[in-house]
């Protein structure tokens, strides 16, 4: 890797540009979790009903609609109400069961503001969770309207959880990454050292959220796993490329080099870095992905899907700490110890 360091890294900036668009192109694509137990009594219960009252499709869900100056029955409230229900009906998959009416007194509120219609969803669950955010799009309105229409269900909240976890991871990255610069900083005492760290463990998360995508056009990948893979990706970059790099300064210091045109001398520290370091890294990684197989057996599936997204970001990592970090350390030689820090001992 140090010897051919330019090939090294010029593969890596096409990879990771590549897994870029993969990450926003999975955005689009990650679902909600999926809950259920295998072979539990609450899944016989969902096959049940499915089986014997197939009318009521795999899950049901409740447009709401509210209105203070309108009331069930005038015109406008009317109009929202055929009007919403016409749009949740025209998405694939979902019918109505029951709308608003004098014939349904019991889907309208007593002060009558405030009126039911009761939607069926098929499909497994994360097909309903895209039916749920066409519903969404289609048929709800804005608390402002003269009729606000507004979608409550299981489905629903899944996709304001999904909004809320991509925000809220979105919100930790900016806030832990400046953080985590500044501690590499004080403990490496150079600012280079620490920015090799922070950049190993970013290029890992964006690999593995391109292996993400290329799993799920095979299975689905849902949100709390990009959300688990984003916090455990970087703490476990952080830490192993940290681990590497301080070794890699260690063996400048010792071998005296001091020259970016060193190379041999520059090589041989990366490969002593490796030969030690590394080989710690390596075992590192592969205790926690055998840590990671008591979630496979669990008999749930976010379970095995949070352990094998772990294990893809752990993978990604090690694959950057072994090829793009030495490729790196070659590159900068001496370099990795500019930006020192005068702090007292």
Same mark, same amino acid.
């Given at each position: $890797?140090?010897?051919?360091?330019?090939?090294?890294?010029? @593969?890596?900036?096409? =990879?990771?540009?590549?897994?870029?668009?993969?990450?926003?192109? =999975?955005?689009?694509? $990650? /679902?909600?979790?999926?809950?259920?137990?295998?072979?539990?009594?609450? /899944?016989?219960?969902?096959?049940? +009903?499915?089986?014997?009252?197939?009318? =009521?499709?795999?899950?049901?869900?409740?447009?709401?609609?509210?209105?203070?100056?309108?009331?069930?029955?005038?015109?406008?409230?009317?109009?929202? #109400?055929?009007?919403?229900?016409?749009?949740? *009906?025209?998405?694939? *998959?979902?019918?109505?069961?029951?709308?608003?009416?004098?014939?349904?007194?019991?889907?309208?509120?007593?002060?009558?503001?405030?009126?039911?219609?009761?939607? +069926?969803?098929?499909?497994?669950?994360?097909?309903?969770?895209?039916?749920?955010?066409?519903?969404?799009?289609?048929?709800?309105?804005?608390?402002?309207?003269? #009729?606000?229409?507004?979608?409550?269900?299981?489905?629903?909240?899944?996709?304001?959880?999904?909004?809320?976890?991509?925000?809220?991871?979105?919100?930790?990255?900016?806030?832990?990454?400046?953080?985590?610069?500044?501690?590499?900083?004080?403990?490496?005492?150079?600012?280079?050292?620490?920015?090799?760290?922070?950049?190993?463990?970013?290029? /890992?998360?964006?690999?593995?959220?391109?292996?993400?995508?290329?799993?799920?056009?095979? #299975?689905? @990948?849902?949100?709390?796993?990009?959300? #688990?893979?984003?916090?455990?990706?970087?703490?476990?970059?952080?830490?192993?490329?940290?681990?590497?790099?301080?070794?890699?300064?260690?063996?400048?210091?010792?071998?005296?080099?001091?020259?970016?045109?060193?190379?041999?001398?520059?090589?041989?520290?990366? /490969?002593?870095?490796?030969?030690?370091?590394?080989?710690?890294?390596?075992?590192?990684?592969?205790?926690?992905?055998?840590? =990671?197989?008591?979630?496979?057996?669990?008999?749930?599936?976010?379970?095995?899907?949070?352990?094998? *997204?772990? $294990?893809?970001?752990?993978?990604?990592?090690?694959?950057?700490?072994?090829?793009?970090?030495?490729?790196?350390?070659?590159?900068?030689?001496?370099?990795?110890?500019?930006?020192?820090?005068?702090?007292?001992?």
């Amino acid at each position: $890797m140090a010897r051919r360091r330019t090939s090294v890294l010029v @593969v890596w900036i096409a =990879l990771a540009a590549a897994c870029g668009i993969a990450y926003l192109a =999975l955005q689009n694509r $990650m /679902g909600a979790p999926d809950y259920s137990v295998d072979r539990s009594e609450s /899944g016989r219960v969902n096959t049940l +009903a499915a089986q014997h009252f197939p009318q =009521l499709g795999d899950e049901q869900q409740v447009l709401v609609f509210r209105s203070g100056a309108h009331r069930a029955g005038d015109p406008a409230f009317q109009q929202a #109400v055929d009007r919403a229900v016409a749009a949740a *009906g025209a998405v694939s *998959g979902v019918r109505l069961l029951a709308a608003p009416s004098p014939a349904a007194a019991q889907l309208i509120a007593p002060d009558k503001h405030t009126a039911l219609a009761v939607l +069926a969803f098929d499909g497994s669950m994360s097909e309903r969770v895209a039916r749920s955010k066409q519903v969404q799009a289609a048929a709800v309105t804005a608390p402002g309207a003269p #009729v606000s229409v507004a979608l409550t269900g299981f489905s629903a909240l899944q996709n304001d959880v999904i909004d809320v976890e991509k925000a809220d991871a979105e919100r930790a990255e900016l806030i832990g990454v400046p953080v985590a610069l500044l501690l590499l900083t004080l403990a490496f005492g150079a600012v280079a050292a620490a920015f090799a760290s922070i950049a190993v463990a970013l290029v /890992g998360i964006v690999t593995t959220f391109g292996t993400l995508f290329l799993v799920s056009l095979a #299975v689905p @990948v849902d949100s709390l796993v990009g959300a #688990v893979v984003s916090m455990i990706g970087t703490g476990v970059g952080i830490d192993y490329a940290m681990i590497v790099v301080s070794r890699f300064r260690e063996e400048l210091s010792r071998a005296g080099v001091a020259d970016r045109r060193d190379g041999p001398g520059i090589a041989g520290a990366v /490969g002593a870095a490796l030969d030690s370091a590394g080989k710690t890294v390596l075992a590192s990684g592969l205790v926690v992905m055998i840590s =990671l197989c008591s979630l496979i057996v669990i008999p749930a599936v976010a379970f095995r899907a949070i352990a094998g *997204g772990i $294990m893809i970001a752990v993978l990604c990592t090690l694959a950057v700490v072994t090829t793009l970090l030495p490729a790196a350390l070659a590159a900068a030689g001496p370099a990795i110890n500019r930006g020192r820090l005068r702090l007292p001992r």
